[in-house]
């Protein structure tokens, strides 16, 4: 340990490491705490069979304006060294669509990092609207107000181990901006847009507040909101953040499990639950819970309220 005093007064004490005598992971938190807040690619894609692909990254920035140039990294992944899906697509297909990231989808994002199984779609599983480009054949989430349709100019691997990025630099050949978001100017509200940043760990920021956390998907992979009920779906009141803290979970409770949460919950229901009016009393309930942190009991009631 080293100390060291300037000459304002700060005095910092610090620990030191040389990364060779580190694991990949403990370096991958290091760098993810000491840079950050990083911006959130939400990129999009598709192979050479026409299956697309939804995933977030935090590997991100700008590096030109002439010619526009993106540059993000998907690494590989630190436990067995394999690919993500997003790098095998941009080696088949060398286009991707790159949306911001605002504060209203960041646990919809949050959730399409789960390492689902070929051939998913993310789209659906995270509950995002796909519309076509005009530009490239990857689809863009037209919740976002911010899209860049790319060309992948080159894909620079930058090692062969796990957690080794590749720098997949893109050029934008169109850009696609909510005017709701624009100001008089011409220039990009950050109030608007309200983009969400990363740091380490489960903590993110965003640009009209401070830190928050969303837990990180499960390794295990979340139902997905494609599997929450129609109903809920299409219900118009939770948000697409807390439907996806729902399709977080690992698995619907039994319907034996959610008899015995709904009766904990309403001691002595006068509704049908599967009715308009017991819909709307499960919906409230059920935001009440989410923002209890019972997802699991939230998620049950969800099961409740059938569908048809």
Request: charged share 20%; hydrophobic share 40%; proline share 8%.
């Amino acid at each position: 340990m080293s100390s060291a005093t300037t000459p304002s007064g700060t005095s910092w004490h610090f620990e030191g490491w040389d990364p060779a005598n580190l694991d990949t992971m403990s370096v991958q938190n290091l760098l993810q705490g000491a840079v950050g807040p990083r911006p959130v690619a939400l990129a999009s894609t598709i192979n050479r069979h026409g299956e697309v692909n939804l995933s977030p990254f935090s590997f991100f920035n700008v590096f030109s304006a002439n010619p526009p140039v993106l540059i993000f990294s998907p690494a590989l992944r630190v436990r067995d060294g394999s690919s993500k899906h997003t790098l095998r697509n941009v080696m088949e297909i060398p286009e991707v669509v790159i949306q911001v990231v605002p504060f209203a989808l960041v646990e919809q994002v949050s959730l399409a990092s789960s390492e689902y199984a070929d051939g998913v779609n993310e789209f659906q599983k995270v509950g995002l609207t796909a519309w076509p480009s005009l530009k490239v054949a990857p689809p863009r989430v037209a919740e976002s107000p911010v899209q860049m349709e790319c060309k992948v100019m080159e894909v620079k691997p930058l090692g062969t181990e796990g957690g080794a990025g590749n720098l997949v630099i893109c050029e934008v050949v169109y850009f696609h901006v909510a005017r709701e978001v624009l100001l008089p100017t011409g220039s990009i509200d950050p109030y608007a847009v309200d983009a969400v940043a990363r740091l380490g760990g489960d903590w993110y920021t965003r640009s009209s507040m401070g830190l928050f956390e969303v837990e990180k998907p499960l390794r295990t992979c979340g139902i997905g909101v494609d599997a929450l009920p129609k109903w809920l779906q299409e219900y118009g009141t939770l948000d697409g953040n807390r439907l996806a803290r729902l399709g977080n979970q690992p698995s619907i409770p039994n319907i034996e499990r959610c008899k015995e949460i709904f009766q904990e919950q309403f001691t002595a229901p006068t509704f049908e639950p599967s009715s308009p009016e017991g819909r709307s009393e499960l919906v409230l309930r059920i935001s009440l819970l989410l923002e209890q942190g019972q997802t699991e009991q939230a998620l049950a009631l969800a099961m409740m309220g059938k569908d048809g």
